[in-house]
């Protein structure tokens, strides 16, 4: 099996790329292990067929000849999974601007040591809404102890 993945990860040609994944299927089939096909599937679609050109990242490749569906619900699963880490991505980088707008607020309001004594409760919220309630509250505290004690209670 090693040796018909190397020689996948060499294929120069669509041609090629075709006979070796129909060697993987006749090999796969003897041993009949689905989940290995659905793997060797995805990758040779996700990974491999885009390296041969557009024809090779258009065109499906099966190697189980019965299960196609399978196939169908693993690249969707990747695409998901992507979408999903994009998305964590996006609310972390939310968040940290967030706290960084919240800490320029404090250093502007009460100076650069009040923003180092907030900095450890601010990293403690992530709720989006508390930590716009504590961006609000920079203006209604007299002093960065107020704050911070605010802060941690909220």
Do not use: N
Not at 8 to 18: G, H, M, T, V, Y
Not at 72 to 89: K, M, S, Y
Not at 101 to 109: D, G, I, S
């Amino acid at each position: 099996m090693l040796e018909l993945i190397a020689d996948l990860e060499r294929a120069d040609s669509l041609e090629q790329l075709d006979e070796l994944v129909e060697s993987a299927a006749d090999w796969i089939e003897e041993r009949r292990d689905r989940r290995l096909a659905a793997h060797l599937e995805a990758w040779v679609e996700l990974v491999l067929a885009p390296r041969v050109g557009p024809e090779g990242a258009e065109r499906e490749f099966r190697i189980t000849r019965d299960e196609e569906g399978q196939m169908t619900t693993l690249v969707e699963r990747v695409r998901q999974w992507g979408d999903e880490l994009i998305e964590q991505g996006m609310e972390k980088g939310i968040e940290k601007g967030e706290r960084a707008m919240v800490l320029r607020m404090v250093t502007r309001r009460f100076g650069p040591e009040a923003a180092e004594e907030l900095a450890p409760v601010l990293a403690r919220i992530s709720d989006p809404e508390r930590l716009a309630a504590v961006a609000a509250k920079v203006f209604e505290c007299g002093a960065v102890e107020e704050l911070v004690e605010w802060a941690q209670g909220a």
